[in-house]
């Protein structure tokens, strides 16, 4: 269905009044809508209804998602201004719905230096971003302590930039080659200048489904050591899914379950993003092993489950315009969604997954599609200070668009890669 179609049907929800769809709604899912409208935490059982929802029921769904959201964190869209960066594309873990890694000895591999890095970092700096979220492919040849020096390397000339990066299969790899435990790794990495790390080789977080997608990765108990480490020494991270691949509805309520119980420990998760799998370009499309995913419905199911699964823990739930598009993106903001991600600059994980969307949006199209959407957008830092009037260092407003395209070296942060 195309997306006029889900503007309407967006539209025509929130002209309906809840009582009107609750009505409409089969017994047990409107059961479950009115326990969490009144703040109750949905049991698993709730969830799998919630997020399996067809029909009446998903408008139901979709109609309580936003009154949670407003209730819950206000009208307000947030965004952070940012670059991805990605200091190298080689790796060899070869995970199936990755089209992004390269082998050292193909003719587009490439592994940055310190001065690369560095200018694409003062760019970003001059247009006004607040953070870098780095991530890189799993390089055999790295040094040791290449992560560490990366930061010092970084901090030393930005000192203010807030650097996201390293997701768990990073950690771990980089805990390998050093031979510290997690914490003494995360914290080294810490006191070098790390801010926080994306919750990305989530994926879906069942350990069958892994073995498929990428059985050299990081494992579910593994990761979970990883983000409860950071937590537990002061490092936020965020948490993501992939959606639409191989995983079935029961492990994509246990993957959010998973992630619900971590938050109630540690309460070190600032948000939650759900990426869609985007099969173009991936060993597992090329294999047969899954279909292309249709725009809309999984994307409103998972978007609004987010919102009501996690409903008093985790507030933030992330659209991705990387995946979705923007204007697909900006419907979600009426299925729960409270932050629009960021302007990334530079984005080639999904585009060379065989996404189309762009490696940057600007400031400017994330306020219209806001706008478009009745609510307003609002700079935030990375961990969700909003940044009301921020002014971009060249000029008054807090991001402009080159007018010349940028190098496409990027792996998303978010990005179903490394990742
Ligand atoms: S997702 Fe990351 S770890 Fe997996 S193959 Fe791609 S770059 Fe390597």
């Not at 490439?110 to 799993?138: F, N, P, W």
């Not at 790390?197 to 579910?220: F, Q, Y």
């Not at 994307?299 to 598009?325: C, E, H, P």
Request: aromatic fraction near 8%; hydrophobic fraction near 40%; glycine fraction near 8%.
């Amino acid at each position: 269905m195309n997306l006029e179609h889900w503007r309407n049907w967006v539209d025509e929800i929130e002209a309906t009044r809840v009582e009107a769809l609750l009505d409409r709604a089969s017994p047990d899912v409107r059961s479950a809508l009115e326990r969490s409208l009144k703040g109750a935490e949905l049991t698993p059982d709730e969830g799998f209804l919630i997020y399996t929802a067809r029909g009446d029921d998903l408008r139901a769904v979709v109609k309580c998602a936003d009154i949670a959201r407003a209730e819950d964190v206000g009208d307000e869209v947030t965004y952070v201004v940012n670059r991805n960066l990605n200091f190298t594309n080689i790796c060899f873990v070869g995970c199936q719905f990755c089209g992004f890694k390269r082998q050292r000895w193909e003719p587009d591999a490439y592994d940055h230096s310190d001065e690369t890095i560095l200018a694409k970092i003062a760019d970003a700096v001059a247009r006004g971003a607040t953070e870098v979220c780095m991530q890189g492919g799993i390089n055999p040849d790295m040094p040791a302590f290449k992560y560490r020096d990366l930061l010092v390397t970084m901090k030393g000339r930005f000192p203010e930039i807030h650097v996201h990066a390293f997701s768990p299969m990073e950690i771990m790899y980089g805990a390998r080659r050093t031979r510290m435990d997690y914490p003494e790794y995360i914290a080294m990495l810490r006191d070098a200048g790390l801010g926080s790390i994306p919750g990305t080789a989530a994926e879906i977080l069942d350990d069958s489904v892994r073995e498929i997608l990428s059985h050299k990765k990081v494992d579910v108990a593994t990761w979970v050591e990883i983000i409860t480490s950071a937590h537990s020494i002061g490092v936020p991270t965020t948490s993501t899914i992939m959606y639409g691949h191989l995983e079935t509805p029961r492990q994509v309520v246990n993957h959010l379950d998973l992630m619900r119980s971590i938050q109630k420990r540690t309460r070190g998760f600032t948000e939650f993003v759900p990426l869609r799998f985007i099969h173009e370009n991936t060993v597992l499309y090329r294999r047969g092993l899954v279909k292309p995913l249709e725009n809309g419905v999984l994307d409103f199911q998972m978007y609004a489950f987010s919102r009501l699964f996690l409903r008093g823990w985790i507030n933030n739930i992330q659209t991705s315009w990387v995946k979705l598009g923007a204007d697909l993106a900006a419907l979600t903001l009426k299925a729960g969604c409270n932050d629009f991600s960021g302007t990334l600059m530079e984005e080639s994980i999904t585009r060379e997954a065989g996404g189309n969307s762009g490696e940057f949006i600007a400031v400017d199209v994330i306020e219209e599609k806001a706008r478009e959407m009745g609510r307003v957008a609002v700079e935030r830092s990375t961990l969700y200070r909003k940044l009301y009037g921020k002014k971009a260092p060249n000029g008054a407003r807090p991001i402009i668009a080159h007018t010349s395209p940028q190098p496409a070296d990027s792996h998303a942060c978010g990005g179903s890669g490394c990742g």
